[in-house]
């Protein structure tokens, strides 16, 4: 099975700034058309992870669009363009691996206030 | 709007059984899968396994495979799961979520915390 590692692990950082996630794959991730089966959410402390981003890169309605994804193959980042106060949380990436379609997360990165 | 509802906390002790419901509203039940995932305190996601309503197929994590089986009521709209042979470590906070397998879980249900002590 593929597996998801995610850096950094923690991050600090301000209101205002512009941060990167990367979750890498040991495998490269399969794809339907151009868009890879590769998701990301975030979770509150307490809270049920939230979907932000699928097929790499598709905003999930409702997301700020302060949010984006891009990558293929093993390389996958999420983007937050500009912190606000209530993007701190953890941040996972997920694949859908082809059938029978096992599930896979990335181990997190903890985004905390600076 | 779609919602999944599950049931509510649970203690259980060393050696028992649990099964958590999932009922679910506000799309077509069978059209999707249920898939459940579970996270121990302080540590991240870790996915149990998938099934199917329309046909009841089911996809299990290989650590999971009989010591867990997941079952659906259409009639109901509702899923479940059913752990056995509790161990302290399977305290953690399990959620069912709905499944698109080209998104992946979209919406998910507030969690159900199981505390498994002596």
């Known amino acids: 099975d593929i597996q998801l590692t995610q850096s950094p692990s923690f991050l600090s950082a301000s209101v205002g700034d512009r941060v990167t996630l990367t979750c890498r794959a040991s495998?490269?991730?399969?794809?339907?058309?151009?868009?890879?089966?590769l998701a990301w959410y975030q979770q509150k402390s307490g809270k049920a992870p939230k979907l932000l981003i699928y097929?790499?890169?598709t905003l999930q309605s409702g997301v700020p669009s302060r949010f984006s994804g891009s990558g293929s193959g093993r390389e996958f980042i999420l983007t937050i363009s500009s912190l606000q106060p209530e993007d701190f949380a953890t941040y996972y990436c997920l694949h859908v691996n082809s059938y029978p379609h096992p599930l896979t997360f990335g181990q997190g990165t903890r985004l905390e206030i600076k | 709007q779609v919602q999944l509802v599950q049931s509510g906390p649970d203690v259980k002790k060393p050696g028992a059984s649990v099964k958590v419901f999932c009922k679910t509203s506000?799309?077509?039940?069978?059209?999707?899968?249920v898939t459940w995932v579970r996270q121990a305190p302080g540590q991240g996601l870790e996915w149990m396994g998938w099934i199917s309503p329309f046909n009841g197929q089911t996809n299990y994590a290989q650590k999971f495979q009989g010591r867990v089986t997941m079952t659906t009521d259409t009639s109901a709209r509702t899923a479940y799961m059913e752990v056995r042979t509790l161990t302290s470590d399977d305290t953690a906070m399990y959620y069912c979520?709905?499944?698109?397998?080209?998104?992946?879980?979209?919406?998910w249900g507030q969690g159900t915390r199981l505390t498994v002590s002596s």
């Open positions: 979520a709905r499944l698109s397998m080209f998104q992946g879980p979209d919406f």
């Open positions: 097929g790499a890169s």
């Open positions: 506000g799309y077509k039940f069978i059209d999707y899968s």
């Open positions: 495998q490269g991730i399969s794809s339907q058309g151009i868009a890879s089966f």
